[in-house]
């Protein structure tokens, strides 16, 4: 990457060794960076929580730390949020000042239909600034949020609803999409109807773009509510909140249809994203950080809304694509227009633009002489995007790899630390704070270059899930049974001699499509629902735009006579209406039977080694190893994988 990247003079090792001399005073030392209303009694207490809690006894508020404490500190006239939409050829400039009035003024809003500390509000938003202040007022009340991302439809809506109970559900007229328009009203009340616990309320934001039919008794009109507390100036306290209290629930696909509700707490997550700006990102208070991707996702939450401001950087809320909005240039158009000086997104958006624009031409059209790195994660990096970006924008690509349950960085390459030297195809090293270990099936060490089991030793660090939402039971039986005494990450991967981690694969169902996160296990449920369906299998098969894409194979009921296209027609449908249009599930593939082992399991891992045109072996306890021949050979008829290519 840099002639400065340097495992002598980066300050990581002599970091990473403090803390693990002293991991509770290492955290205690960051934690003074953040305003506390009260401090804590323990910096961990290994007693409390399902494996421990952090900062307990400590009193906090978030709001107060991504706001108001910046207005008082004198950053008052400094750009907040940056909202740039080439969807709609709208801009806008947020400063803290205005920040604070719009969030106290929606809080106030959300004080008059009852929400109060502890209960929980869902956002279902596009990306637009109103989007953030539902956050954040939320957080000023002590209130937990859970934003559902817009490309989910109805049903996902519904789920999550009935597993969090919120009170209100604050959303928009529409989201939008390059060709069309998502009305998200049909959306929403069908999935409260399909909901057993109704909101008292939804809060709705009329975008000109699409009107909406407020629903008398229900729906209340935002700009109208907001604009009445704004004329007549309400102040709304921050409310202080336990630092182990809930922020926020985030659904994150699970192995079942059953979404996973990660929680995450208010002190814990504000030292470690606080301190992950300046140590991993390399970037500076009143600087404009810009992580292109959607509120939606925890790249969103953590990246676009919570670590920004509460470290007192700008942030750009982009609605928008990378390409086709209007073109491959969009990215380096803001760049130049904000200053941006450090951008973060997902492999597959560099991919888009390289597909669009292989030479880069529309790069030297801009200048990018602020940009001083680019951060990818959400994805497994392709050595060729890497090389691509590294060579067409001249500044260090930093490829990083966590989860929605971690909040942030597992690994990295520390930037504001001192970069060490970049090996292609691994995230580097783990931050400080993470005890990252590979162990095999039985739960032994192997020897660094061997592929394993990737795993956390308890405790996890300040930001991390505690537990999912209502269900300890559940958080226990998912991350920590399997490996007692660490957290399960279900990638695998392997370490080397010099500790960087290159991380392989997912060890469970979950699929990789665009940077999304999805399970094909909960498409398999979907698709089991249609009633000529006898059997199915989900595979993720590689794609060059978006890494992988959904592949479901069908078995029909014997006595079936409607056409398998019909059919294969109906369930791609059935995934988009109830999982929703980001499952981007296109491919449907009726087969005659599906193999299987002896003892009736289905070997998907087999058929996605055929579909990506791997090598693969027999397995030994197959069935009828015909089978898998049939199931190539209808990849290669439907022109479905490296058979088509
Ligand atoms: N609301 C409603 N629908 C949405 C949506 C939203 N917020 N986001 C995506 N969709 C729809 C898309 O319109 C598409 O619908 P279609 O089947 O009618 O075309 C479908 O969901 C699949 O979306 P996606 O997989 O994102 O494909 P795309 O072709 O729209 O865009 C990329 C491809 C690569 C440009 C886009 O995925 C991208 O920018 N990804 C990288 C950044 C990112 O968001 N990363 C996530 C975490 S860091
Ligand atoms: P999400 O919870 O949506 O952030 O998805 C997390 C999963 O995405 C991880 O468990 C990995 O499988 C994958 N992932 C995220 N970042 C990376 C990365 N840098 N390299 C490889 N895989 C990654």
Redesign the pocket.
């Known amino acids: 990457m840099t002639d400065t990247a340097n495992s002598e003079t980066s300050r990581y090792y002599a970091v990473h060794s403090e803390w693990k001399q002293d991991p509770e005073g290492f955290w205690a030392g960051l934690a003074d960076a953040i305003d506390w209303v009260k401090p804590w009694d323990k910096v961990f207490d290994g007693e409390a929580g399902v494996y421990g809690r952090w900062f307990t006894g400590a009193q906090c508020n978030t709001c107060y730390n991504a706001v108001d404490r910046h207005v008082e500190a004198g950053r008052g006239q400094q750009d907040a949020i940056i909202y740039d939409s080439p969807i709609t050829g709208r801009k806008r400039r947020i400063t803290f000042a205005e920040l604070l009035r719009e969030v106290e003024a929606l809080a106030a809003v959300l004080r008059d239909l009852g929400v109060e500390k502890g209960d929980r509000v869902l956002i279902y938003m ?2 637009v600034p109103e989007a953030a202040f539902a956050m954040l007022a939320c957080a000023r009340l002590g209130a937990v949020h859970s934003v559902v ?4 439809a109805a049903h996902e809506l519904a789920t999550r609803i009935d597993d969090c109970h919120p009170k209100v559900v604050i959303s928009a007229s529409c ?1 939008i ?4 328009q ?1 009305p998200y009203k049909p959306l929403l009340d069908n999935a409260i109807s399909m909901a057993k616990a109704k909101p008292a309320h939804c809060l709705v934001l009329e975008r000109e773009e699409h009107p909406y039919d407020l629903e008398p008794g229900r729906d209340v009109d935002y700009a109208a509510s907001v604009w009445a507390h704004m004329e007549a100036g309400t102040k709304v306290p921050c409310v202080p909140v336990e630092a182990t209290d809930p922020l926020y629930i985030l659904y994150t696909s699970g192995t079942t249809g059953q979404p996973k509700g990660v929680v995450r707490d208010n002190g814990g997550h504000m030292v470690a994203l606080n301190w992950s700006m300046d140590a991993l990102y390399g970037v500076k208070p009143g600087e404009v950080f810009w ?4 509120v ?5 939450h953590s990246y676009i809304v919570y670590a920004p401001l509460i470290y007192g950087a700008t942030t750009i809320l982009f609605e928008g ?4 909005t209007p073109d491959a240039g969009t990215f380096w158009r803001i760049i130049e227009e904000y200053k941006v000086a450090s951008l ?6 560099f ?2 633009i390289k597909k669009e624009d292989p030479k880069g031409e529309f790069i030297p059209k801009y200048d990018l002489s602020g940009l001083r790195s680019l951060f990818l ?3 497994r990096a392709d050595p060729d995007t890497i090389k691509w970006a590294q060579e067409k924008l001249g500044v260090p690509v930093i490829d990083h790899w966590w989860q929605t349950e971690t909040g942030w960085a597992i690994a990295g390459n520390p930037l504001g630390l001192g970069a060490l030297p970049v090996k292609i195809g691994s995230p580097t090293v783990a931050m400080p704070g993470y005890d990252v270990q590979i162990i095999d099936d039985a739960g032994h060490p192997v020897a660094p270059g061997t592929l394993g089991n990737i795993v956390v030793k308890l405790p996890l660090p300040p930001s991390c899930l505690p537990t999912l939402w209502n269900a300890d039971e559940r958080f226990r039986s998912a991350y920590l049974d399997e490996f007692p005494g660490y957290y399960k990450t279900s990638d695998a991967g392997y370490m080397d001699e010099d500790g960087y981690l290159f991380i392989m694969a997912r060890t469970d169902d979950i699929i990789n ?4 996160r999805l399970s094909t296990g909960a498409m398999e449920e979907v698709i089991a629902g249609h009633p000529d369906v006898a059997e199915c299998a989900v595979i993720g098969i590689a794609d060059q ?2 890494g992988q894409l959904p592949a479901g194979f069908i078995v029909l009921n014997s006595g079936v006579d409607r056409s398998a296209e019909e059919i294969e027609k109906e369930v791609v449908k059935l995934v ?1 209406d109830e999982i ?5 599930f ?1 491919i449907a593939l009726t087969v005659g039977r599906l193999p299987k082992t002896r003892s009736g399991k289905i070997l998907r891992g087999t058929m996605q080694k055929i579909a990506d045109g791997e090598d693969w072996k027999m397995p030994a306890t197959i069935d009828d190893p015909v089978i898998l021949d049939e199931i190539g050979d209808t990849l290669k008829q439907r022109r479905v994988g490296q058979a088509a290519a």
């Open positions: 596009p990306m991302f817009g490309g989910f989201g999409e390059p060709a069309r998502v992580a292109a991707s959607d939606g996702w925890v790249v969103g694509k990378p390409v086709g973060f997104t997902a492999p597959t958006a991919r888009a994660a959400g994805e499509v665009a940077g999304h735009l978006k988009r929703g249009p980001v499952a981007a296109k």
